[in-house]
């Protein structure tokens, strides 16, 4: 009884996405931490990991619960190194970024947090 609503499409879209939202916080971590060391090449979330859930959606999978899509984490080939050490990362830029995460992170356990209450309200009738 409870399957149907775990495996919709939103509920594992919403999964996914905060899957990638915690890996891309550890790649912003291992950047911070890695400011200063030379030759550090800044990581970040692959690129293709939203093509990859768009298409899942596309065909279904992902409302089937046939989902093969994993975030990963990759060199960052946008990002350029402005200091003679070769490092590319921007303290400035990874601060940024870690607000724009966070705020999706918050947004995502919003959506995960309604679920849960939706079905808790229809189980029990009450919405506390």
Not at 24 to 30: H, L, P, V, W
Not at 64 to 92: Q, S
Not at 96 to 121: D, G
């Amino acid at each position: 009884m409870i399957d149907p609503i775990f495996n919709s499409e939103n509920y594992q879209l919403t999964r996914k996405l905060l899957d990638g939202v915690a890996l891309r916080q550890e790649a912003i971590a291992a950047n911070v931490a890695n400011a200063e060391t030379p030759g550090y090449r800044r990581l970040d979330l692959a690129p293709d990991f939203l093509e990859q859930l768009k298409s899942s959606m596309a065909s279904g999978d992902l409302a089937r619960g046939n989902i093969a899509v994993k975030p990963t984490l990759t060199e960052d080939t946008h990002a350029r190194a402005l200091r003679p050490d070769g490092n590319t990362v921007e303290i400035e830029k990874e601060l940024l970024e870690m607000n724009k995460n966070s705020v999706a992170h918050e947004y995502l356990t919003q959506i995960i947090t309604n679920n849960i209450k939706q079905l808790k309200m229809a189980i029990t009738g009450h919405a506390s």
